[in-house]
């Protein structure tokens, strides 16, 4: 018998058939084929199918969702041999599809290593298409990603064509799809391009990137850079997770974050060693939260938050006029280390070294940001958050800033060299608030800054609910 042709089996079996199938390293057609010629030589099969009432439940508490992978034919497509690891460390189990093209970049045996699983590659394939393997590959998943998603695969996907596996199962698909595009920067601006991106867009698939940087090829920049694979395994892992409560919706936060640059001359400045993670990573949190948000940040080497409106500034002044301008709020978050001093007379040129020595500094007081909008009459937030980053005496230091700045909320932290928090990804705080004359110690143990601004965000939303 050169060929099987399995109908009507109910759902149980055809799972349990695909499960056994996989442990063996056989397709599916091939296990059938060893369960018949066991059962001929009167014997019983090795892994028998249970009955119905008999299958064990299979565990799947520790698995987040199941993704099929589309790798088209590009060369980031070695990237995408990364993004495998990133959505397994997500708890994202993953199946890979390889257009003829991917394989000139990337192998089938590379894909199915890091899966764990068969790679499909083709469309007519006797082994899986029995059993209409590009329909299943379509639909037993929660989510299809293509990446990288070439400027020919988008415009087979935008104009419905079918002549391959991975684009069969892109129009079989009823379930979200993620592109993460990778090109040219010449063909990412075409207009043909453009016009399949928007199409797609309107029909309901999602897009990340592309990013901007060096091409492959010398000398090319701009934008087709593929997201990198934790950028994507993060916006697929959004999609499969259920909707998070959006405690903060309606409210508006304004946040600052980073350091300021206080110019001493057109090439010096004053600065400190913020990097600006802890602001950036509540402005995150925030916007996750539902609230709209606005980041005013001095310089800092970061991504700008996805939702967030980010406005740039160098000085404490230029901070200041932002803040204002970005009023009213409902909450004000200051996490920004500004300068507490600049030099009173800017230099027009770069100062130079005389015998006389150092050219004398004088120094004068910036604004104080947080005081000014703890105390404004009109437009103060009904929730106004300080930091205060000290190197010693940390709670008295914070109380006695909690009082003399008007704010409601304080949250210090040691920033000593030793901490390591100035640049660092952990953190360690204590949330001062005050109730009337009383003001509340509450110490949080060592967090990530994401952990951290997801706690405090967390409090806000309780304070606000509360409030109401």
């Not at 014997?43 to 008999?54: D, G, Q, V």
């Not at 507490?340 to 120094?363: C, F, H, I």
Request: charged share 25%; glycine share 6%.
């Amino acid at each position: 018998m050169a060929n099987l042709t399995i109908r009507r089996l109910d759902d149980a079996i055809r799972d349990e058939l695909r499960l056994r199938a996989a442990r063996n390293g056989r397709s599916v057609e091939d296990e059938v084929r060893v369960i018949l010629r066991e059962a001929a030589q009167n014997r019983a099969p090795a892994s028998s199918l249970p009955a119905p009432a008999e299958r064990p439940a299979v565990d799947v508490s520790n698995r987040l969702a199941a993704v099929t992978l589309i790798i088209g034919g590009g060369i980031a497509a070695y990237k995408s041999l990364d993004l495998i690891r990133r959505l397994k460390e997500r708890r994202i189990d993953v199946r890979c599809v390889l257009t003829k093209a991917a394989q000139q970049f990337v192998t089938p045996l590379a894909a199915s290593a890091l899966s764990h699983e068969r790679v499909y590659t083709d469309l007519f394939d006797p082994e899986s298409e029995f059993d209409a393997g590009h329909i299943r590959l379509a639909r037993d998943c929660d989510l299809i990603v293509v990446a990288p998603a070439t400027a020919d695969l988008m415009a087979k996907m935008a104009n419905g064509h079918a002549d391959d596996l991975a684009s069969a199962i892109l129009l079989a698909a009823n379930k979200p799809i993620l592109l993460a595009p990778a090109m040219n920067p010449l063909m990412w601006n075409n207009a043909a391009t453009r016009r399949n991106v928007m199409q797609l867009r309107r029909d309901g698939i999602h897009t990340i990137g592309p990013n901007s940087g060096e091409m492959a090829e010398a000398g090319e920049a701009g934008i087709g850079r593929m997201s990198e694979p934790t950028e994507i395994a993060a916006a697929a892992e959004h999609l499969l997770r259920p909707p998070k409560p959006q405690p903060l919706a309606g409210k508006r936060v304004l946040i600052t974050a980073g350091p300021t640059h206080e110019p001493i001359d057109p090439v010096r400045y004053i600065a400190n060693r913020s990097s600006g993670k802890q602001g950036f990573a509540i402005a995150a949190a925030a916007q996750a939260a539902g609230a709209e948000v606005v980041l005013v940040t001095g310089p800092v080497d970061l991504r700008d938050p996805a939702g967030v409106t980010v406005i740039h500034v160098e000085s404490a002044r230029d901070m200041l006029h932002k803040v204002e301008a970005a009023l009213p709020a409902d909450i004000a978050i200051f996490a920004a280390a500004v300068a507490d001093w600049r030099v009173a007379n800017e230099g027009e040129q770069k100062l130079k070294k005389t015998s006389a020595g150092m050219p004398p500094l004088q120094l004068v007081e910036n604004p104080d940001i947080l005081a000014t909008v703890s105390k404004l009459k009109d437009k103060r937030p009904p929730l106004v958050i300080g930091f205060a980053a000290e190197t010693e005496h940390l709670i008295d230091n914070a109380k006695a800033k909690i009082k003399r700045k008007g704010c409601d909320w304080i949250v210090a932290n040691d920033v000593s060299p030793a901490t390591g928090v100035m640049g660092g990804d952990r953190n360690t705080v204590h949330l001062l608030t005050r109730d009337g004359a009383e003001i509340g110690v509450d110490s949080w143990p060592v967090m990530t800054k994401e952990q951290v601004a997801t706690q405090l965000v967390s409090r806000i939303a309780a304070e606000v609910g509360a409030s109401r």
